[in-house]
């Protein structure tokens, strides 16, 4: 797993430690450790199988690891973006993105955040009518309008054209600007655009 940031204080104030994970008696995290700061982007690579999925979730603390420590975790929001785009079919969109907030501005928020992500004219839409880069861009939509001190982001640009990724990049920097941003991606173009 290679980890690359684009920080400018390197004040550890999110730290795992000595992260181990088996899952069926397999060794998927052995003994990683990590520091991240407050706020910056951090890219993590690396082959695929190697446990990035695995590491994020329990940075989320989604899944336990069988040893180590999660420290500075707790009492921060943290907003995820999984893999899959986890839109609930029997919602339309601007559902999708409200069932997640709440105050009297929520729908107000969604809006402004399917504006954000291109998606201006598709509120009343169900995810089964939408493509897969517009159900990618979705789930970005709602992880902003959700909000957070720690952004982690699993592949979130997958299905997207380059102009669009290009666009959507610049988007997911702006948003989680003065926050801890960590993505997990493939592609060494990503790569570049996130941390440049």
């Not at 180590?68 to 995820?80: L, S, V």
């Not at 598709?122 to 880069?133: D, I, R, T, V």
Request: hydrophobic share 40%; glycine share 8%.
């Amino acid at each position: 797993m290679i980890f690359k940031f684009n920080v400018e204080d390197f004040k550890a104030s999110y730290v795992l430690k000595d992260i181990t994970k088996k899952f069926n008696g397999n060794v998927v995290l052995d003994n990683i450790s990590l520091e991240m700061p407050e706020k910056g982007i951090l890219v993590i690579s690396g082959y695929s199988g190697i446990g990035k999925t695995t590491f994020l979730r329990i940075m989320a603390n989604l899944i336990a690891p069988d040893s180590g420590e999660r420290i500075g975790f707790d009492n921060k929001r943290i907003a995820y973006l999984f893999q899959e785009d986890r839109l609930l079919p029997w919602f339309d969109l601007l559902k999708n993105i409200t069932c997640v907030l709440q105050g009297e501005d929520k729908e107000q928020k969604a809006k402004y955040w399917l504006d954000q992500v291109g998606l201006a004219n598709q509120y009343a839409k169900y995810p089964s009518e939408l493509s897969g880069g517009m159900k990618r861009r979705a789930a970005l939509a709602r992880m902003f309008a959700f909000g957070g001190d720690l952004y982690i982001l699993d592949e979130p640009f997958k299905g997207l054209d380059k102009e669009l990724k290009d666009r959507i990049i610049e988007i997911t920097k702006n948003a989680c600007k003065g926050k801890m941003l960590v993505v997990v991606t493939h592609d060494k173009q990503e790569e570049d655009l996130l941390l440049k």
